[in-house]
Every structure is written in structure tokens, then in C-alpha cells.
């Protein structure tokens, strides 16, 4: 039986680097970000109920998500964010179940899931929790330089997400982010051995 490692962190962690070196070595990924674009892509399954829910003035005249209006929607109605993610959840949770089942042969995958903390539904996908962790201050840095937002939004997002102690809490293995990216792909080298072994037991 595939074991399934969920992979987590706050924004600027590096996560997602270190689930790009868990593919490097050929372990299964499943981004459950890149689900939700999916869903929400052109003829994306999760656009006839968007429209039923929220009405047809979040689509163009090609009946195409304008994705911006739904995230403003969302970040200023708390109403409006339980609703979509009551939506959105199920249809991601199903996909990500989907996709590993393709993968069954496998000693184990990776599926990177931001909201692992913020959201228990997505617990039951994993067997294993693994945190990408390093201090908020360094978080802070790499994002401002990545996107070039000011350091007041940036503490907004971070506000907006899991404390780090919450991470922690669920957390089976903790990846301390904090060098370089040859000291990552170190650290990812010896949990893929170590998760080889579980798989193995």
C-alpha cells in the first residue's frame, strides 16, 4: 500500500521547492493547488457550481471565471470564503483521491497541501504530515522578494493562515529550511530514504 506524505508551510517556507526535489527523485506529486486552478480553469469541472452559487457576473462573456472578482469576493465576505471552500474542498479532495489511485504501485507519494493545517478534510488523504518550517522572518523576506509586496500585506497573509504552533502540532516530520538549496535536497534526500524504509516496514 502506497503511503501518502502531506506536505505543508506557511507561505514562504519553500515547500514548494522541496516537493519539486521530491519529483526530482521520482516520487509522486499531487499539487492540490494545481487541482483547484484545474477545477476552475475554462470548462473546469467546479464552474457550473461557482455560477449556481455565486451568480453569473464572476464569468465573462466566454463564460471564464474572472478569478480576481472571486478573490476579492472571498477576502472581504467570510461568508463568501466558507462557501467556496464548501465547493471547492470536496471536488479537490475527490481528484486528489483519483490521482492516487493511479499511483497505487507505488512505496509512496507526496501530495503538497498548503491548507493541511487550516483544513481537517484534507487530513484523511495522508498518512504522514511532513512541515517545511523556518522562521517568520525569513518567510517574510523570501515572499516580499518574490512578489514584490510590502511587508504590511505579507503579515496579512501570514495572519490569515495557521499559527506555527498549529502546524507543528500535526506535523510527523519537520524540514528546517533555513540554508541553502543544496542543504534542502540533502534534507529531502534522507527523508526519501527514511519514507523508502516506512514504506518497506
Known sequence: MTIWIGLTGGIGSGKSQAAAEFLHLDVPLIDADAIS?????????????IRQVFGASLFDEHACLKRGELRNLVFS??????????????????????????YSDRPYGVIELPLLAEKPVFRVLVDRVLLIDCSRENRLKRVMQRSGLEEEEVRKIMAAQASDEQRRAIADDVLNNIGTLDELKAKVGRLHRFYQYLAQA
Request: charged letters at 25%.
Open 77 to 102: 465576505s467570510e461568508a463568501a470564503k466558507h462557501k467556496l471552500e464548501a465547493l471547492m474542498h470536496p471536488l479537490i479532495a475527490d481528484e486528489i483521491s483519483r490521482q492516487q489511485s493511479v
Open 37 to 49: 486552478r484545474q477545477l476552475t480553469a475554462p470548462k473546469g469541472k467546479a464552474l457550473p457550481i
